[in-house]
């Protein structure tokens, strides 16, 4: 297990199982998982369909129960919570970005990010509300979209949106399911350029991909394997995707004056 700042963890996993009983076949998810998140890490979960890491993912984000050992997040002992005070750790700490998007077809940019300040507690007021929702909007490039519905919109802008959803109640952890699964490779760069940036100004960011070159953008590289994580290392040769954007652009207008 590798440890990468002297700052408490805000996730420690030990010995993390997760069992599902199918029918009368148990299935073992997760075998026994120890690793620590610090704070300001961002990290990349990797492994092949079945490897454990979308249950990984969804126990990290209070989605599910381990069945055995102990997760802290925040020094919250996850394990002990019920229903109710899971969903308000969730709230409070914890932003998701999933691969579909999942975002209100019937709803505006502005509003798909509102949703999630509706379940605070205490109730944030609609003033703020409203406020919050187009600050976040437009530090994810959106802020001219505020009354655009998703089907107005493409797939990397969709994408900003179900990120400043995931960001407008300041959490502490963003997770990622596949964050570029559906977009093409120009907008993935961007989209991890903005993580990228998220995690530069102290964000903690956990990101769920199959593709190695999404995983390059990301400080760690953990890769699952029938439920074990097999390997843990610091990604020594990182990319830099505003780097790789700005590259990307003085090539096509080079082209375009040829």
């Known amino acids: 297990m590798n440890t990468f700042a002297n700052n408490k963890p805000v996730i420690q996993l030990r010995d993390l199982v997760k069992t599902y009983q199918t029918g ?14 610090q704070r300001g890490d961002l990290v990349a979960i990797m492994g092949a ?6 249950t990984l993912m969804n126990t990290l984000g209070c989605l599910d129960q381990p069945t055995g050992g102990n997760y802290l997040l925040d020094d919250i002992a996850v394990s002990r919570l019920n229903r109710k005070e899971l969903a308000k750790l969730r709230n409070k700490k914890i932003g998701f970005v999933f ?8 709803t505006s940019a ?31 490039g959106l802020g001219d979209r505020l009354s655009h519905h998703p089907s107005q919109l493409s797939g990397g802008q969709q994408q900003c949106i179900a990120i400043a959803r995931a960001l407008v109640n300041r959490p502490e952890l963003v997770l990622a399911d596949e ?16 993580f990228q940036d998220l995690n530069d100004n102290g964000i903690t960011i956990v990101m769920i991909t199959h593709e190695l070159d999404i995983a390059a953008y990301c ?23 505003r780097q790789e954007i700005a ?12």
């Open 24 to 37: 009368e076949v148990e299935v073992k998810a997760v075998r026994g998982v120890t690793l620590d998140i």
């Open 179 to 194: 964050p570029t699964g559906n977009i093409d490779t120009r907008t993935s760069i961007e989209i991890m350029g903005l």
């Open 219 to 241: 400080k760690r590289i953990v890769v699952m394997r029938d439920g074990l994580v097999i390997s843990d290392t610091r990604n020594e040769n990182r990319r830099f995707a």
């Open 247 to 258: 590259t990307l652009y003085q090539a096509e207008q080079k082209a375009k004056l040829a």
């Open 99 to 106: 691969q579909s998007f999942n975002l209100l077809a019937r």
């Open 110 to 140: 502005l509003e798909n990010v509102e949703l999630p300040m509706f379940y605070s507690h205490p109730l944030i007021p609609l003033r703020e509300r409203r406020q919050r929702a187009v600050q976040t909007l437009e530090e994810v």
């Open 49 to 54: 369909s079945g490897s454990g890491k979308s």
